[in-house]
């Protein structure tokens, strides 16, 4: 339990390293997590004093490293949403203006 969760760790380190994430790299880490979580989730927790304060501790970092990269992928979609809204203002510009050019067209002929 513990080595997955210094894998996982490991992995979410170099996720915020990491300066452009695309879809199949964040895929590919959720799919890890949600092993790694399920594995978690259905092991028996270590008996040691020391195992289990070790792993306690994991989880505690990866909990903090999760809250970086939400915080990361909701600054990308406030982004995005912005992006998307300049392209609806723009077409709907585009339209308007094909639609005046048209009628202005029809008015000359």
């Known amino acids: 339990m513990r080595h997955d969760l210094e894998q996982l760790l490991a992995e979410e380190i170099k996720l915020i390293g ?3 994430w695309d879809f199949l ?7 890890l997590r949600e092993e790694i979580f ?9 008996t040691a004093e ?3 304060t070790e792993v306690c501790r994991l989880i505690a ?3 903090r490293v999760d809250a ?10 406030a982004e995005l949403s912005r992006h998307i809204t300049a392209t609806h203002r723009l077409r709907r510009s585009y339209d308007e203006a094909s639609s005046h050019s048209a009628a202005l067209i029809q008015q000359i002929v």
């Not at 399920?38 to 270590?46: G, I, N, S, Y």
């Not at 970086?68 to 979609?77: D, E, N, V």
């Open 68 to 77: 970086t990269i939400i915080t990361r992928l909701q600054s990308r979609l």
């Open 50 to 52: 020391d195992e289990r």
């Open 18 to 20: 990491e300066t452009d």
């Open 61 to 63: 970092d990866l909990l």
């Open 25 to 31: 790299r964040l895929e590919k880490w959720q799919a």
């Open 38 to 46: 399920t594995r978690l989730h259905d092991a028996e927790l270590p």
